[in-house]
C-alpha cells in the first residue's frame, strides 16, 4: 500500500480528536500518502468516493463503527479496493470478527500488516416507493423486534452511551415491542423450499454477534438464519437468554427439544405480511444495524463480494 483513502465518521467527534493525530503518526512512520474524507449521514459521500477510487488509491480505512461500514460497502461491493476497518462505533461486529485491535492506533498499526480477504456478501430487498430497494451487508439481516431494537438505540443516544443504549433499547423492546407474526419462505441449501410462520426473524453471516455465536462465518456461501416461530414474548426472552447464556447455535451444539428458536443454513429467506392479518404496527427490516423499511423483504446472499483487510481467515 502507498495512497490511503481515510474514511472519518464525525459523528465520533471524541474518537476523532483523542485518536486521529496517533493514527496519521502511523501511516507517516510507514511512508504513506493519506486523505481524509468526512462521511455524510445522507450517504452523500458515495459520489466523492468514486471519484477517489478512480484516483489510484490503494485501499481505503474506515475510522467508524458497522454503519459507516455498511454505507460504504454499497458501492464498494464488487471492487478490487480493500477496505480496512478503524474501529471508532459502539458495536464495532466486524471489526470483533476480524479480530482487529479495538485501539484505533493499534488497529491502523495492525492494518498495515494484512492482506486482503475476499468475503461473500449478503444484500436485502425492500419494498419502495419507486418499486424496490436493495442494500448489500455482511454481518446479518433481518426482520422483528431485534431491528425495532436497533432503530430504539439511536432514540437512547447510542454514539455517546456506548453500548448502555442497546441495553435500554433491548430492555425497553422486550417490555414493549408488539410481537407480531409474519410469512417466511425459506431456500435450503440443497435448492428446496420451505414456509411457515415467525415472529422473529435474523440472517447470520459473521460467527460473533458481540455476546452471541450463532455459527455463522464471513466466508461462508450461506446465511445462518435465527427464528423465532411464536409471537410470545416469554419466548423471544427464553431464545435471547439461550442464545446469550447457553450458547444455542452454535454448530457443534445439538439443538434442545424444547428450543425457543430453530437455527438452520439457508440460501434466501423472504419476509412477507400475513394475508388478512391486522398490523398494530409495521414490522421493522435491518441489516447491520441499520433500520431499512418495515413489513416485507427478500435476503439471501448477494453474488458480489467485498475485499476486507485481515490477519486471519475466519
Not at 157 to 162: E, L, N, V
Not at 169 to 188: C, D, K, R
Not at 274 to 296: F, K, N, W
Request: aromatic share 8%.
Amino acid at each position: 500500500m502507498r495512497k490511503i483513502l481515510l474514511l472519518v465518521n464525525p459523528l465520533f467527534d471524541s474518537h476523532r480528536r483523542r485518536y486521529l493525530p496517533g493514527i496519521f503518526n502511523v501511516f507517516r512512520d510507514a511512508g504513506l500518502q493519506f486523505e481524509v474524507l468526512e462521511t455524510s449521514p445522507d450517504r452523500a459521500t458515495n459520489l466523492l468516493l468514486r471519484d477517489k477510487v478512480a484516483n489510484n488509491i490503494d485501499a481505503i480505512f474506515v475510522c467508524g463503527g458497522d454503519g459507516t461500514i455498511f454505507d460504504t460497502l454499497q458501492w464498494l461491493a464488487g471492487s478490487e479496493v480493500p477496505l480496512g476497518i478503524i474501529p471508532f462505533g459502539t458495536g464495532n461486529v466486524l471489526a470483533q470478527n476480524l479480530r482487529i485491535p479495538r485501539n484505533p492506533a493499534q488497529a491502523a498499526r495492525w492494518l498495515l500488516n494484512t492482506t486482503p480477504l475476499t468475503v461473500p456478501l449478503g444484500k436485502i430487498t425492500c419494498p419502495a416507493a419507486n418499486g424496490t430497494d436493495t442494500w448489500f451487508f455482511a454481518m446479518a439481516a433481518g426482520m422483528g423486534g431485534h431491528a425495532a431494537m436497533m432503530r430504539a438505540a439511536a432514540r437512547f443516544r447510542k454514539h455517546s452511551a456506548g453500548r448502555l443504549a442497546y441495553f435500554m433499547a433491548g430492555f425497553e423492546t422486550l417490555l414493549t415491542y408488539p410481537l407480531q407474526p409474519f410469512q417466511i419462505e425459506i431456500t435450503t441449501l440443497s435448492g428446496e423450499v420451505l414456509q411457515r410462520r415467525a415472529s422473529e426473524v435474523i440472517a447470520v453471516h459473521v460467527a460473533e454477534l458481540n455476546l452471541w455465536r450463532p455459527g455463522g462465518g464471513l466466508q461462508l456461501p450461506f446465511l445462518r438464519l435465527a427464528s423465532v416461530e411464536t409471537a410470545s414474548r416469554p419466548q423471544l426472552l427464553k431464545a435471547s437468554l439461550e442464545a446469550l447464556v447457553l450458547g444455542a447455535g452454535q454448530r457443534h451444539r445439538q439443538p434442545a427439544q424444547n428450543a425457543a428458536a430453530r437455527y438452520e443454513d439457508v440460501l434466501r429467506v423472504a419476509c412477507t405480511p400475513l394475508s388478512g392479518h391486522t398490523y398494530s404496527q409495521p414490522i421493522a427490516i435491518e441489516a447491520d444495524g441499520e433500520v431499512l423499511g418495515y413489513s416485507s423483504a427478500i435476503i439471501e446472499m448477494a453474488g458480489a463480494s467485498i475485499r476486507l483487510l485481515a490477519q486471519v481467515s475466519v
